[in-house]
């Protein structure tokens, strides 16, 4: 647009479809809604744009929405256009429906029967195999069950900004047009939905840190419950515990997280804190699932199994999502940490650290 712009920054007030219209103003008009209201958006921050809409010369723009959530509009003319304008927004609250979803880790028990690996071979580290527990029917009826969220009714809530449909992790129609698995080739990590977790993530090793995400909340009066594991080991399933010294490190980092009376719309969560665990010389990379249900984690399918750690109950989950992440943890801010114990680390930690500095420092 080389016309003179106008910038607005919507908050959304529903869950639904936004549709954003300049019908009515006097002249050629140009529109664009980018993601969040930062300054100087990005190509990748575009959501949608449009010049002409509906056989006239103005513009017209509907896009899915997140109540609560903040959106940049940008208005101008096509060329050197510019006149009086009228802009209407206006937001329908939609029940999304039929939204089952799951895990995309790689998986060597799936309808392939291919292994699959959870990390490649780095210099002298080896192969890993990988045992995440993400198909839910691999045939054989024995599990460990890959957690699956039904969703079947109404999506009651899900992770971050969007959830994807799919009917099985390796096989069948997924909504976002590639299957979360794809084990013929050793391609994991394909969910298009899986955008709830903030990064960058700090982990110090053996020391407390915690992890912030956003639950999208549809229905707020829903009790809520968030479970996180992470391969400490590095050695393709979430089923141990380690140690350091401050004591043990289950590879279950956050246990079962109860939610309640979170507000309709994004709400950004931390967990409580948790001890992290590195191998020394050993891989960065790795492995996490985060599960969001309604109804705790009780231990899994088939306890015991190998691979049993983060997968769902046979019967399935009703509600939730479950999004898994292969990245490499910043482990450098060693001074983040659970100073005063309480299981938090907020400001009363920089407290506990200033009085013990005070103390015992010279």
Avoid at 242 to 270: S, Y
Avoid at 281 to 299: A, F, K, V
Avoid at 303 to 327: L, R, V
Avoid at 351 to 361: G, I, M
């Amino acid at each position: 647009m080389r016309s003179p712009n106008i910038w607005y920054c919507y908050t959304a007030t529903c869950t639904g479809n936004v549709t954003v219209s300049l019908a009515g103003s006097s002249y050629d008009t140009m529109l664009a809604v980018y993601d969040g209201c930062e300054c100087y958006p990005t190509a990748s921050d575009l959501i949608e744009c449009n010049d002409d809409a509906g056989g006239t010369y103005q513009s017209e723009v509907t896009f899915a929405a997140t109540a609560a959530s903040q959106y940049l509009i940008e208005i101008g003319g096509y060329g050197n256009e510019k006149g009086a304008g009228l802009m209407t927004i206006s937001c329908q609250g939609v029940v999304v429906q039929n939204k089952p979803d799951l895990g995309d880790a790689p998986d060597s028990t799936n309808n392939a029967h291919v292994a699959m690996r959870a990390y490649p071979s780095q210099g002298s580290l080896p192969v890993v195999p990988a045992n995440y527990p993400t198909v839910y029917n691999d045939g054989s009826g024995t599990g460990p069950f890959g957690p699956v969220h039904l969703n079947a009714q109404a999506v009651v809530a899900y992770l971050g900004s969007k959830i994807t449909r799919e009917t099985e992790a390796d096989t069948g129609a997924d909504e976002d047009g590639v299957n979360n698995i794809r084990p013929s080739n050793n391609t994991p990590d394909r969910d298009q939905g899986d955008d709830g977790v903030i990064f960058p993530i700090n982990m110090p090793n053996c020391r407390f840190t915690t992890i912030d995400y956003i639950v999208n909340v549809v229905n707020p009066n829903t009790d809520l419950w968030v479970n996180i594991w992470l391969d400490w080991n590095r050695d393709g399933d979430w089923d141990d515990t380690l140690e350091c010294p401050r004591g043990p490190v289950p590879e279950w980092a956050v246990q079962n997280q109860f939610l309640v009376n979170l507000a309709a719309g994004a709400n950004q969560i931390t967990t409580p804190g948790f001890l992290s665990w590195h191998p020394e010389n050993g891989r960065e990379d790795i492995w996490m699932r985060i599960t969001l249900s309604g109804q705790p984690y009780r231990g899994g399918s088939n306890p015991g199994a190998k691979g049993n750690a983060g997968s769902g109950p046979q019967a399935k989950y009703a509600i939730g999502e479950t999004e898994d992440y292969h990245f490499t943890p910043d482990v450098s801010f060693t001074i983040c940490e659970d100073y005063n114990g309480d299981g938090v680390i907020d400001i009363n930690d920089l407290a506990a650290f200033v009085s013990e500095w005070l103390e015992n420092c010279p």
